[in-house]
């Protein structure tokens, strides 16, 4: 059997940002509904993919199976939802790290709270 092999690993200085729930509006014009991501969310998004794109500009984009660890350092009395921590990063890094988050079989989360540097820790593994 092979083993996993990591792929790339990097940090994101600042504090972690859940994914936010989209906004949903009627597009009268159009006659249709539409659903916005909140402007926080989307920050982070881009965030998260400059500091892969900066360390990681030239690897193509990953096929196949993976696996993803994340620790995410939180303040003292931030209140977050592992799970939506993790989704803000997996959006983030669809079409830089990997085509689709559908490839992600395994995720290893950690959220460390009082933390006096916040940061989220990112590790993309290969499954062998």
């Known amino acids: 059997m092979a083993s996993d092999e990591l792929i790339c690993q990097f940090v994101v200085p600042g504090p972690p940002v859940p994914k936010g729930r989209p906004r949903v509006f009627y597009d009268a014009p159009r006659r249709r509904f539409r659903a916005v991501t909140p402007g926080k969310t989307s920050e982070a998004e881009k965030r998260i993919a400059q500091y892969f794109w900066v360390n990681y500009r030239r690897r193509e984009v990953l096929t196949g199976r993976l696996r993803m660890t994340l620790r995410f350092y939180v303040g003292h009395f931030r209140r977050v939802d592992a799970d939506n921590l ?7 890094l669809n079409g830089y790290a990997y085509a689709d988050d559908s490839q ?12 006096s540097n916040p940061r989220t820790e990112v590790e993309i593994w290969q499954l062998g």
């Open 86 to 92: 993790e989704k803000t990063v997996k959006d983030a």
């Open 104 to 115: 992600v079989d395994e995720t290893h989360v950690r959220v460390v709270r009082g933390a």
